[in-house]
């Protein structure tokens, strides 16, 4: 894919932890893009480079506060789902990346990478979403934080394909940092 979309990582799940950021500094002179607003706070990104700015799991393990946790996989399509939940509204509250929560949204690409420690204690889901535009991640913020609000305090009980299941409390999300 030639053409250049704006990375929009605004759309991480509240319930699973998850840690997505990037501190750099690079050469250069800064210009104001095309479709700036409150989500514009990176450069603009082609689908192909998602990946560099994914944390590596030694930042990964520096977050958690543990030396422990290990990378299970890394992902550049969108996870199916083949469980089903309690509240199907909730799935992008419970999961961070699932194609439940963004399916018609108009994601142009994906890219993630899944972290857990010894005993599965901590599990970490760092995904990046992209969208064709400012505009288009606007609206599934919107949609994305109504859905989680409505979720607060909720349980929510995913049920696995192997009919193991799990039980979600649904607390409020946090903003840091803007």
Not at 75 to 103: H, I, L, R, W
Not at 134 to 143: C, E, H, M, T, W
Request: glycine residues 12%; neutral net charge.
């Amino acid at each position: 894919m030639q053409r250049a979309i704006r990375l929009r990582t605004a759309l991480l799940a509240a319930t699973i932890m998850c840690v997505s950021g990037c501190i750099s500094t690079v050469a250069g002179v800064p210009r104001v893009g095309g479709d700036r607003a409150p989500l514009s706070f990176g450069p603009d990104l082609a689908a192909a480079h998602l990946g560099d700015v994914l944390l590596d799991v030694a930042t990964v393990n520096r977050f958690m506060g543990t030396n422990d946790m290990t990378e299970l996989r890394t992902y550049d399509q969108m996870p199916g789902d083949d469980g089903s939940y309690s509240d199907g509204a909730c799935a992008g509250a419970v999961f961070n990346t699932v194609e439940a929560a963004y399916k018609g949204s108009g994601y142009v690409a994906t890219k993630g990478a899944q972290y857990s420690d010894a005993g599965s204690k901590h599990y970490v889901d760092e995904g990046l979403v992209a969208y064709g535009s400012g505009a288009d991640a606007r609206k599934v913020l919107a949609s994305a934080q109504n859905s989680w609000h409505r979720c607060m305090g909720k349980h929510v009980t995913y049920k696995a394909k192997n009919d193991s299941s799990i039980t979600w409390t649904i607390r409020a999300p946090v903003t840091a940092d803007g």
